[in-house]
């Protein structure tokens, strides 16, 4: 009995102990497939695959089928519709590390050979061997990992070659991209784009330049396509296909021409390695409709590799502001004239001229003696433009700064340009503005008011687009137009001031000697503006401390293009001149910019000119006349006709030949100095004078003062050499 009690006993017992075994079994199974569960779950969701199935997409495929189609950001064009900024794609590089990133079979989908990678993606990314390998060493637990800027930014062509190596693990994004295929070609007027990433969604935002202030015509709008769809892959019932058509950007086409830009480019660049000046602005335009045809600032940057760029982020063409010196005596000797202030006859003392308490000095402070306004504007006389200045009242004067489009933008149309000021409370600020001092201006300024002197005294708005074109429906939507700023001075005066700038360079006293060119006849005028001191007290001292600045327009007789250039403060001047440093940038532009327009060449040899009959006309309208047929004015005497002309009247002469006007008015000694001794002796036969020469070549010296009055008889000693 107790015996198989016992044995009833044990058999609950066993049966007990084998329940407890099933049920230790059955929840290690289920822990098992659990932990499986949640290896692959991982898995899938941090690789997002299944055997290489992206499963994000293959299950918004159940449902719906979206495709973005990206717009294209408009092309930036030259004036020949060659591409100066477009649309290109690049690539980023990553590698994966973890090893549950497997695909069909089990295939390895990470990076397999660290080695092997490092050396192929460091010669491809110019990326230090040993760096990538530690980079690919990364702590445990990492997915994947990205190389730096290095790894960014890459083109098709780096991508193939890392392709080639049939790397396990190394995989790409694919952005868009902005191309500048000409590196260093106006950067800041055409500007760069920077990389914006929104909702996953990556896209060109312009951020300088014609990309910036265009941005919104040249992004475009991205299309869309959404349709539903079944597991099958067909358009679920009563669903609505959504569409949007993509509209890619605006193409902008610029009056830039890329060969001037270009050699343009290389000039400057050998100016600044040689010279090192702090800064430089150079603008060519036409200047019968407003193009700039080139246009560039040192520091620069390149536009594609982007190297440079974080030196220099202004546009200094537009948004600096700074004194221009004696360039500005071209607006003071145009509002004196057109105010009746100038009288071509009238003399002053130059040297020193005292305003109130203050002084204004010449450059040479101890002066020429007693000189006439044109004269002194060929000297870059100082104390010539102030006299002027005061003869005409600040009033006056100010109401002709404003005329010419000073203290006010011009609109080009970029972002953040400035509108200049001035100080001119007092008097000798007043003054001080008549030669470039005591006023701020940018370069597109005084390129707006250097195009009054071209066009018979009608002023042109500088031009940088010419026009947008609408790629998606092929038509125009803005074509620019010469657009006039007025008639802001008459055309005898524009053309008085154009003679008075031949003098600049072809006088022997004038201060742009350095800015002849073979073949060509320009007007110019220098100038030298000092700099403020930092604190405001006066102005910085030394021979590199200026703003050196030139302005030429050719043909002189009546031109068509004006280049303008500024230097500040060369580090390097090596013994030479500001105008010497300048003419190294200046003479061969404006050389190339006239070669390329076969119109306006002179030819080598001269030409006949058949004289045209002044007599009985006003001294100024007279000298323009001449000056248009390319023939070497000078006036004898100070009155306002002229009474007699040699040669007369009818005369076949060769052009470029020194035509004699006598006025009606007393005889005054002109400036002899560079004239040949046959032109001097013919002066003092005119003028009934005795004159005895020495040496030979042309005049050197005379005994008698330019611009003093002479009698009869009088005698004239001149130094020939």
């Known amino acids: 009995m107790n015996n198989q009690k016992q044995r009833m006993i044990n058999d609950m017992k066993k049966k007990r102990r084998n329940r407890q075994r099933f049920g230790v079994l059955l929840i290690l199974t289920v822990l098992a497939i659990l932990l499986m569960f949640i290896i692959r779950f991982s898995y899938i969701v941090i690789g997002g695959k299944v055997s290489d199935v992206n499963l994000s997409s293959q299950t918004q495929s159940l449902y719906e089928n979206s495709r973005i189609d990206k717009a294209s950001r408009g092309t930036i064009y030259d004036d020949s519709n060659q591409p100066i900024a477009e649309d290109t794609t690049n ?3 990553y590698a994966v590390l973890s090893k549950t990133y497997v695909g069909a079979n089990h295939k390895p989908l990470y990076v397999t050979d660290k080695r092997k990678v490092a050396k192929v993606i460091g010669d491809a990314i110019g990326m230090k061997e040993n760096k990538v390998y530690d980079t690919l060493n990364a702590k445990k637990g990492t997915f994947q990992v990205e190389f730096g800027n290095s790894g ?5 062509e780096t991508k193939n070659k890392i392709n080639s190596a049939g790397l396990s693990g190394i995989y790409f994004t694919k952005t868009q991209a902005r191309l500048y295929p000409n590196g260093v070609f106006a950067s800041h007027l055409i500007g760069v784009t920077k990389t914006t990433e929104k909702t996953g969604d990556s896209k060109l935002s312009g951020v300088m330049g014609l990309e910036l202030a265009f941005n919104k015509q ?16 067909y358009q679920l019932p009563n669903s609505k296909t959504k569409t949007k058509t993509v509209e890619n950007g605006s193409n902008i086409y610029t009056t830039i021409d890329t060969k001037l830009q270009t050699y343009l480019e290389t000039t400057l660049t050998q100016v600044q390695k040689k010279y090192n000046p702090k800064s430089m602005n150079v603008v060519v335009m036409n200047a019968k409709n407003g193009k700039i045809l080139a246009g560039s600032q040192r520091p620069t940057f390149n536009a594609d590799t982007k190297s440079g760029i974080s030196k220099m982020w202004r546009n200094t063409l537009i948004e600096d502001s700074y004194e221009p010196g004696s360039t500005m005596k071209v607006f003071t000797m145009a509002a004196a004239i057109e105010n009746g202030a100038y009288n071509e006859n009238a003399t002053y003392k130059s040297g020193v001229l005292k305003v109130g308490t203050k002084m204004v000095p010449d450059w040479n402070t101890s002066g020429w003696g007693l000189i006439t306004y044109r004269e002194g504007f060929a000297r870059s006389s100082n104390v010539g433009m102030a006299k002027l200045e005061q003869i005409m009242g600040p009033n006056a004067w100010l109401e002709y700064i404003k005329k010419f489009g000073f203290l006010k933008s011009t609109n ?3 972002a953040s340009e400035a509108n200049g000021s001035i100080e001119f409370q007092y008097p000798i600020e007043q003054a001080d503005t008549a030669f470039g001092q005591g006023i701020n201006v940018t370069t597109m300024q005084m390129m707006q008011g250097f195009t ?15 026009k947008i074109v609408d790629p998606n429906t092929g038509k125009t939507t803005y074509q620019a137009k010469t657009t006039s700023m007025g008639q802001v001075i008459k055309k005898s005066t524009s053309q008085e001031v154009l003679s008075m700038m031949q003098d600049v360079i072809y006088k022997d006293y004038g201060t742009g000697n350095a800015f002849k060119i073979d073949g060509y006849k320009l007007a110019a005028k220098t100038g030298t503006a000092q700099i403020a001191n930092s604190d405001g007290t006066g102005y910085l001292t030394g021979d590199a401390n200026y703003v050196f600045s030139v302005v030429g327009m050719a043909p002189a007789k009546d031109p068509k293009y004006v280049i303008y250039v500024t230097m500040k403060q060369p580090q390097n001047m090596q013994g030479t001149t500001g105008n010497d440093i300048l ?6 532009l404006m050389k190339r910019t006239l070669e390329e327009d076969s119109s306006t060449a002179l030819s080598s040899s001269k030409t006949n000119v058949m004289v045209a009959d002044v007599k009985g006309s006003k001294t100024s309208s007279a000298k323009s006349t001449l000056n248009e047929q390319n023939l070497d004015v000078a006036v004898i005497g100070n009155g306002r006709t002229i009474a007699n002309q040699y040669p007369a009247a009818g005369a076949t002469v060769l052009s470029g030949r020194k035509v004699l006007l006598v006025t009606d008015g007393e005889m005054v000694m002109p400036d002899l100095t560079g004239w040949s001794k046959s032109d001097a002796v013919n002066a003092a036969e005119i003028m009934k004078l005795n004159i005895t020469t020495t040496g030979s070549g042309y005049v050197s010296e005379q005994s008698i003062k330019a611009n003093t009055v002479v009698k009869k008889s009088t005698t004239v000693k001149l130094t020939l050499k």
């Open 452 to 466: 009054a002197f071209a066009n018979n005294g009608k002023m042109i708005k500088p031009t940088l687009v010419d």
């Open 91 to 93: 690539y980023s590089v």
């Open 583 to 588: 003419a190294q940038v200046f003479n061969p």
């Open 412 to 414: 080009l149309g970029l």
């Open 218 to 233: 040249l992004s475009g709008t991205d299309g869309l396509k959404e349709v539903q769809k079944d597991s099958y892959g």
């Open 152 to 156: 960014k930014n890459l083109s098709l």
